[in-house]
């Protein structure tokens, strides 16, 4: 049914709780995961070597992020790929989507965004309405 499994990360509780759903799913149905973590653009007036600084920290975040997510999926009988994108989640995790097909998209119902509690979701919800595949939302 669900072959390759798409997760999306942020670091965020609900998102560890996705990762360990994730990993449970692809045991249970022998699957492959891809596991995906976005982080915010470094804005280009930085300038160097600021931007460089900024995009490293970054990167840095999101390797650990990588890191705590792959603890929580556990060791899966599939194959299990990670990728690093720089932009807002939404869209990160629908460009790949896009490119890698998935069956099954999951991830946490709330983030770690900055307006977390005006927006709760907003990036769930708007992979949920754009989506092509089912996306499973955990809380």
């Given amino acids: 049914m669900f072959k390759n499994i798409l997760l999306g990360v942020d670091g965020s509780s609900h998102s560890l ?12 149905l022998n699957a492959n995961l891809r596991v995906v973590t976005a982080f915010e653009p470094v804005p280009s007036y930085l300038g160097d070597p600021y931007i460089q600084k900024a995009l490293a920290a970054r990167m840095e975040a999101a390797e650990h ?3 705590e997510a792959l603890e929580s999926v556990g060791e899966i009988p599939g194959e299990l790929k990670t990728e690093v994108l720089e932009g807002p989640a939404a869209e990160a995790i629908l460009a790949v989507a896009e490119t890698r097909q998935p069956d099954l998209i ?3 119902s709330r983030g770690r965004g900055r307006l977390t509690a005006a927006l709760l979701g907003s990036q769930s919800q708007k992979v949920v309405q754009h989506a092509s595949c089912p996306v499973l939302i955990v809380r």
């Fill in 65 to 67: 992020i990588l890191h």
């Fill in 17 to 28: 709780r996705a990762a360990k759903m994730a990993g449970d799913l692809a045991r249970a």
């Fill in 106 to 108: 999951i991830m946490g």
